[in-house]
């Protein structure tokens, strides 16, 4: 053989590893180079909706310029069978990912949850407003379940008691959470909320868990000082023995629906509601707002006393004076209705 046939053999050889090394080096890139660009940010979010096709997905990675070249993206995605996994959620995207890795989190559906809070919110409204800005739940869709009375007696619960499932806290929650599933989590949370020292406390007060929290509502709304819960539950409670309405201002705002009322007047106090305490006996249907853990805990945990009233001080601290008798209670409450008088405050 001579000389110039081995060196072609040879240089053919060399090529042929040569275009090898390039092929796989370019397939390397395509697999597990950085294809991923998060502009001047560690990472962002893309949520993919319920439904989603790849096409959609390709537009969401496009339209938010998370990929840089979506010909090796939609190469791999391919190679990887990704357009017949799509997962909805809301992922977690990083600067420097390659496609490989992407794709591997965006097909095994693994979504970062997302915190949910829950606090003390008044109305059904506000409520699935907020819920529905931090899950893909629809606002109409949730309040459209916490209005089937069929759907809630499944529950066991009704369209006045509903509020009574959302104890306030912050929970993890898939972004793609639907309207029954945030119903039937909230459910499960008041059920392990409602433990056997909860439980049991309710039933030696005589009120059911359902009772506690339309009644630590109330005192909710009564004071902004906590140290005052306590003892404003032991005044309800006091009353509900004795059979006595229990006259409670913030249920004549929710009935009269102005709960930035700050002066109840006698008109106020006509309003025919199930909801006006001072015309209907008992706790009223349900609860006026979504009383936080403190109330709650606050009514379980109740000071017992002799006092059958109270009344703002006339300070307007937000503090009021506790009384045993009706004629030390109007001596009170004049004594905050001039002040408010002086103060020109009509309402």
């Known amino acids: 053989m001579s000389k110039i046939f081995k060196y072609l053999i040879y240089a053919i050889f060399a090529l042929a590893i040569l275009i090898s090394g390039v ?7 395509k697999v ?8 001047d940010k ?35 995605a391919r190679k990887k069978n990704y357009p017949r996994h799509i997962h909805p959620g809301r992922y ?3 600067k420097g990912m390659g496609n490989n890795q992407l794709i591997n989190m965006l097909r095994s559906g693994q979504q970062e949850p997302v915190k949910l809070l829950i606090n003390n919110m008044r109305t059904f409204g506000e409520l699935a407003a907020v819920v529905s800005e931090q899950i893909e739940a629809d606002s109409a869709e949730i309040m459209d379940l ?31 959470t639907n309207a029954d599933g945030f119903m039937r989590r909230m459910k499960r949370e008041y059920d ?43 005044v309800y409670i006091n009353r509900l023995r004795k059979n006595m309405r229990l006259e409670a ?9 102005d709960m930035s009322l700050t002066r109840i007047l006698d008109k106020h106090l006509e309003v025919d509601s199930p909801y006006n305490t001072y015309r209907y006996a008992g706790l009223p249907p349900g609860p006026i707002t979504v009383p936080s853990i403190t109330s709650i805990d606050a009514v379980l945990n109740y000071e017992k006393h002799d006092y059958l009233f109270f009344a703002a001080k006339d300070d307007l601290s937000g503090y009021h004076n506790f009384a045993k008798t009706y004629t030390q209670h109007i001596k009170n409450a004049h004594s905050y209705q001039k002040a408010l008088d002086r103060r020109k405050i009509l309402n």
């Open 192 to 234: 392990r909320f409602w433990n056997s020292d909860r439980t049991r406390k309710a039933e030696e007060i005589g009120l059911s868990p359902v009772e506690v929290i339309i009644l630590a509502s109330i005192v909710e709304q009564e004071t902004d000082m906590k140290e005052e819960e306590k003892i404003i539950a032991g």
């Open 92 to 94: 977690r995207i990083t």
């Open 23 to 29: 092929y796989f080096f370019s397939l390397y890139r």
């Open 249 to 257: 201002c913030p249920t004549v705002k929710f009935a009269v629906g």
């Open 42 to 76: 560690k990472f962002v979010y893309i949520l993919i909706p319920t439904g989603s096709t790849y096409g959609n997905v390709m537009d969401l990675l496009v339209s938010n310029h998370v990929i840089e070249d979506t010909t090796s993206f939609g190469w791999v």
């Open 146 to 176: 916490l209005k089937d009375r069929d759907y809630l007696s499944q529950l066991g619960f009704t369209p006045e008691t509903a509020p009574v499932i959302f104890i306030p806290n912050t929970y993890e929650f898939y972004w793609n």
């Open 32 to 39: 597990y180079g950085t294809n991923v660009e998060t502009g």
